[in-house]
C-alpha cells in the first residue's frame, strides 16, 4: 500500500477531473440555470480551476500553446476561468450571471446565426462538414462499452461536447470509485480508455471549438469555460500518466 500522502494525491487528482468534467458537461449542455450557477461561481469550482491553472503553469509547451486564431494561450484561458469565478464570487452576482448565460446559450450553440459555434465533432474533423459520420459512431462506441446510451441516441449525433463531457464524467467517477475500493486494476483499465477517448475524439476539434466560442461570445461566460476545457483536455494525458506511475509506485 502507497502512504497517506500519496493516497491523498492521487484521489485529489482524480476528484479534480471528476468535478471539471461534470462542469463542463452541465455548462455545455445548457444547464446554466441560478442552482448552476450558484454551483459554477463556488470556492469548489474556484479550488478545482486553480489545480488546473497549477497544472497547466507546470508545462510551459501547453501554456505557451495558441487556441486558434482567438491569440490566447492555454495558460491564458486556465486563468482567464479562474478570474471569472472569482469575480462572481467576490461580486455576488450569480443570478445576473445565470440570466446572462441562459440567454447566451442558444445564441451560440442551439440558433445558426452570426454568433453560432457548432457543438459536435464531426463537423470539425470532416471537410463536408456533415453530422452523423464515422467517428460518430465510434464514440457511441465507447459509450456502449461503458454502458452509457443517449436518451436520443440515433436522432441526436452522440458527438455533441456535453454528451462527450458527460462520458468522461462517469468515467473519472468510476475511476475514482475503483481507486476508494483499493481496485488499482479497474483504476487503470478505465483511464487508459478515458485517455483513449480523449485523444481520438477530444482533441481532435476542442481547440477549434474554444475559438469559435471565444471569438463570438461577447459576454464571455461560455468563452471562459469553452477555454478552460481546452486547457484541461491538453493536460489530462499528463495526469493520467502521473496517476498511473503514483499507481505502480504503491
Known amino acids: 500500500m502507497g502512504n497517506k500522502e500519496q493516497e ?23 444547464g446554466a440555470d441560478k442552482a448552476f450557477a450558484e454551483r459554477l461561481f463556488s470556492n469548489n469550482t474556484q479550488d478545482a480551476l486553480a489545480w488546473l491553472d497549477e497544472r497547466v503553469r507546470a508545462d510551459s509547451a501547453i501554456a505557451d500553446k495558441s487556441v486558434g486564431v482567438s491569440g490566447r494561450t492555454l495558460g491564458e484561458c486556465a486563468q482567464e476561468a479562474v478570474s471569472c469565478v472569482d469575480q462572481h464570487i467576490q461580486a455576488g452576482d450569480v443570478a445576473d450571471a445565470a440570466l446572462a448565460m441562459r440567454d447566451d446559450y442558444p445564441k451560440l450553440f442551439q440558433v445558426p446565426g452570426d454568433a453560432y459555434v457548432r457543438p459536435w465533432e464531426s463537423p470539425y474533423i470532416n471537410a463536408d462538414g456533415m453530422l452523423f459520420r464515422g467517428s460518430t459512431l465510434d464514440v457511441r462506441s465507447y459509450y456502449h462499452q461503458a454502458g452509457f ?34 481496485d488499482d486494476a479497474a483504476v487503470e483499465e478505465t483511464l487508459h480508455t478515458q485517455d483513449d477517448f480523449m485523444r481520438k475524439h ?3 476539434w476542442v481547440d477549434a471549438f474554444a475559438d469559435k466560442v471565444i471569438q463570438n461570445d461577447t459576454r464571455a461566460y461560455y468563452a471562459a469555460f469553452a477555454g478552460a476545457m481546452t486547457a484541461f483536455a491538453h493536460v489530462d494525458g499528463a495526469c ?10 504503491k
Not at 484521489?11 to 455545455?28: E, K, Q, S
Not at 463531457?165 to 475511476?175: G, K, N, P, S, T
Not at 502521473?242 to 509506485?249: D, G, H, N
Request: with cysteine; aromatic share 12%.
Open 149 to 182: 446510451k443517449l436518451q436520443a441516441e440515433k436522432h441526436f449525433p452522440d458527438d455533441h461536447i456535453a454528451a462527450m463531457m458527460d462520458y468522461l464524467v462517469r468515467m473519472c467517477q468510476c475511476a475514482y470509485d475503483a481507486f476508494a475500493d483499493g
Open 202 to 204: 477530444v482533441l481532435t
Open 240 to 249: 493520467v500518466q502521473e496517476v498511473l506511475a503514483e499507481l505502480s509506485a
Open 8 to 30: 491523498s494525491r492521487i484521489a485529489m487528482a482524480l476528484a479534480y477531473r471528476a468535478y471539471l468534467c461534470g462542469m463542463f458537461h452541465t455548462l455545455f449542455g445548457g
